[in-house]
């Protein structure tokens, strides 16, 4: 060797050495600017006004987005439903969006186990395969928006059926709402038009189901007063404190499943109507039902005949019993005759035409809880599409569901591997709602129709729930038809065609099927008005003057809409048409020996546990308990005190469905014959932050059907409650964050 040849080496071999030592794992996510997302500005903080998807209310978010990842969601101001709050749902699709067990790809059930596809054109066949044989049937969560057609147009065309799987009342609340002369409509809680309000267990502070976020500007105002004179009153009546109770200026636990014979003899001595089958209730009867003194009832009715306007408001842990649609009625009549006409409702399951097809009435596919489970233990569903839930882990094991699931060839629509994806044939990981286009039409007494769209490039291989249906009929026989006709619609809607297209993407101008964003856009008259209502979020009429809290950085346009009018195409509801015989008076039935009513109660954090697998959730405190990462079953601390428990004894519980060993809160927040245990964790499934944390208090449900609505009795179930001798543990916020010991009243 030269030296010329030596030092050419050494020159080699030191690059070589450099470069090996600069060299990095490859960035997954690296963002070429070449292929930069739409309007990305590298590293300038950007705000895109969306919808939120978290739960049926629709919120205004405005989200903050660098480098087309969104970082920090913010409540949109002008947004009539939420006015620039949002709920912690809303903070977790986030982390949601960013979870590290996503599912990447579609997986397919192969020799037992679930298989990750490269594509997703096997698992869009068989979806279609399915849809060709017909008589499936769709379990999923309130559903509305162009989304929610689709899934009715599917059903309809195939024989199939859709079962809505919701904790709250809600199937009860649009019956209550037909037998007392209305339509099938949810209660819209008007708090600040009265003075008085009567709470059953309606926990409309924290319940998402009653849209949560606006009624706490509902509650503000009714505390203020400023629309009336005084500061407005609140007793709650409950067999558990729940946090509305506990902002009540009263609280009474009344016994569990008695709440219609008040509401009933609060009528009588108000000289009220309702439906003759409903039944009267004498005082004393309601005394004897209820475990109320008699004189606090006639007391109770003086007070509510000199308010200016009550209100009585039911929920869940009013409708949790076997008689539980009666009682909602009942409460609804007393309700009537406290506001008069002046009641309100809304609805968020609108769903919006498909271009050039008629609008039917979806009554046809709907399927209750009860006929459903048991169309499925008799066999008689070929396929079975779930779509955002997790019914084999949220359901009583009882009901059989999940053994039924594992029988039929089952397509779960979900982002996480939760305990019904491992069961099923094929999982089709669904995009974050950031990540794709959707939209939500709620009709209420001020109308929104809001539009989400993707903020973030896509972090997964994941498509939204309409994508993955629009998919699949270009290869249904069954569907392609229909498709084709939507098609044909779209390029013919005047937003498609041409116009003043400001958003940056103009028509395609070919036969290609329509996309989901194709349908949203050809609501809209010309591009400009596309244009302006993505900048808002949707179509509304603004909350109240003024800027947004991020109007430093960014603008909003001016409402399409003046105030007041309605901006939703002409839609219906998912409900309509619901029909229902108005409920006799029952007394609550209990099954099991045990000397407790178990009350499995939806927890204000997990709410139905779909997103406990992100930790923001189960790190969040329980707002009565402070308990984190937990599951516990509170018991009356003068009982425990009888039976000798003390503060996180472990027990067993036991009904006729099962047991499970908790520690318990001993608490002066329940009844007497009450045990509470939140739902929410308990899952064995769905990755380490939780698997195998908490319980799942279903364990312990008898699969009980309420009289009147075919929907499950959550709390029909007797528990025995035995020591163990053995200790347990509940961590509270104070110990994760300050290492503090746990802090609980006994
Ligand atoms: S109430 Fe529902 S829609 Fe509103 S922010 Fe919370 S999860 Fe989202």
Redesign the pocket.
């Known amino acids: 060797m030269n030296r010329r040849e030596f030092l050419s080496l050494c020159t080699a071999i030191g690059a070589a050495v450099a470069l090996a030592g600069c060299g990095h794992p490859p960035e997954p996510y690296f963002v070429s600017q070449a292929q930069a997302p739409e309007f990305y500005l590298p590293g300038i903080a950007q705000y895109y006004a969306t919808?939120?998807?978290?739960?049926?209310?629709?919120?205004g978010?405005a989200v903050r987005v660098i480098g087309a990842r969104p970082k920090k969601v913010e409540?949109n101001e002008r947004h009539p439903?939420?006015h620039g709050?949002?709920?912690?749902?809303?903070e977790v699709?986030l982390q949601v969006l960013y979870h590290p067990q996503r599912l990447p790809h579609p997986m397919q059930r192969q020799g037992g186990r679930l298989v990750a596809l490269s594509s997703w054109d096997a698992a869009i066949a068989a979806l279609a395969r399915s849809f060709d044989r017909g008589r499936g049937l769709w379990i999923t969560g309130p559903l509305g928006g162009t989304a929610g057609t689709l899934l009715v147009e599917a059903a309809r065309r195939t024989g199939s059926k859709i079962w809505v799987l919701d904790l709250a009342p809600s199937v009860a609340w649009r019956m209550t709402s037909v037998v007392l002369g209305g339509a099938p409509r949810l209660p819209y809680l008007d708090l600040a038009s009265v003075d008085y309000v009567l709470d059953f267990g309606s926990d409309f502070l924290a319940a998402?189901a009653l849209?949560?976020?606006?009624h706490g500007f509902e509650y503000a105002k009714f505390r203020r007063g400023s629309e009336r004179s005084r500061r407005g009153v609140m007793v709650s009546f409950a067999p558990r404190m729940t946090m509305t109770a506990a902002s009540a200026d009263i609280w009474v636990p009344i016994r569990p499943g008695s709440e219609g014979f008040l509401a009933l003899a609060l009528l009588g001595l108000l000289d009220g109507t309702a439906p003759a089958s409903l039944g009267t209730v004498p005082p004393g009867q309601a005394a004897a039902e209820t475990g109320l003194a008699e004189t606090v009832i006639h007391r109770l009715a003086a007070r509510l005949r000199r308010a200016n306007r009550a209100t009585a408001l039911a929920g869940y842990d009013a409708s949790a019993w076997s008689n539980g649609f009666w009682t909602l009625a009942a409460i609804g009549a007393l309700d009537r005759t406290l506001r008069g006409s002046s009641r309100a409702d809304w609805d968020p399951d609108t769903l919006l035409p498909l271009p050039g097809q008629p609008m039917l009435a979806p009554s046809d596919v709907r399927i209750d809880t009860r006929g459903a489970v048991e169309a499925l233990a008799a066999g008689h569903f070929s396929s079975v599409w779930v779509n955002g839930v997790n019914p084999t882990w949220l359901l009583p094991p009882k009901t059989g569901v999940a053994a039924a699931i594992g029988r039929v060839e089952t397509f779960a629509l979900t982002p996480f591997l939760d305990e019904t994806a491992a069961l099923a044939a094929w999982v089709l990981p669904t995009s974050s709602m950031f990540e794709r286009w959707e939209d939500a039409s709620v009709d209420a007494p001020t109308p929104v129709y809001g539009l989400r769209q993707p903020l973030a490039s896509p972090v997964a291989d994941a498509r939204g729930p309409a994508d993955i249906l629009l998919d699949a009929f270009a290869s249904s026989r069954r569907l392609r038809g229909l498709l084709r006709d939507v098609g044909v619609a779209v390029r013919r809607a005047p937003s498609h065609r041409g116009g003043a297209d400001t958003s940056g993407d103009a028509g395609d101008g070919d036969d290609s099927p329509p996309t989901v964003k194709d349908l949203l856009r050809s609501r809209f008259h010309n591009g400009s008005e596309w244009a302006r209502a993505l900048e808002r979020g949707g179509l509304f009429a603004d909350a109240a003057p003024g800027g947004s809290r991020y109007a430093e950085e960014a603008t909003l346009p001016p409402p399409l809409l003046p105030a007041g009018s309605n901006p939703l195409p002409a839609g219906k509801s998912f409900w309509e048409g619901l029909s229902a015989s108005p409920p006799t008076p029952a007394t609550a039935q209990f099954v099991g020996t045990g000397d407790f009513r178990l009350l499995p109660y939806p927890s204000p954090i997990w709410n139905d546990g779909s997103r406990s697998n992100c930790p923001w959730i189960p790190e969040t405190p329980d707002p009565m308990a402070r308990a984190v990462w937990t599951t516990w079953a509170e018991i009356n601390a003068t009982v425990c005190k009888k039976l000798g428990i003390e503060r996180l004894d472990l027990v067993k519980l036991t009904s006729p469905a099962g047991s499970i060993v908790l520690p318990v809160l001993p608490v002066p927040t329940v009844h007497e014959d009450v045990v509470a245990i939140p739902i929410g964790l308990g899952h064995t499934t769905g990755g380490p932050d939780v698997e195998g944390v908490g319980s799942n208090p279903s364990v312990l449900v008898e699969p009980v059907y309420q009289e009147g609505t075919g929907e499950l009795a959550w709390g029909a179930t007797r528990v025995s409650v035995e020591k163990t001798g053995k200790k347990g543990w509940v961590t509270t916020f104070d110990q994760r964050v300050y290492g503090k010991r746990a802090m609980f009243a006994d």
Request: proline share 0%; net charge neutral.
């Open positions: 919808t939120c998807g978290e739960c049926a209310a629709a919120c978010l409540g439903v939420s709050a949002h709920c912690l749902r809303a699709a998402s849209d949560n976020v606006r």
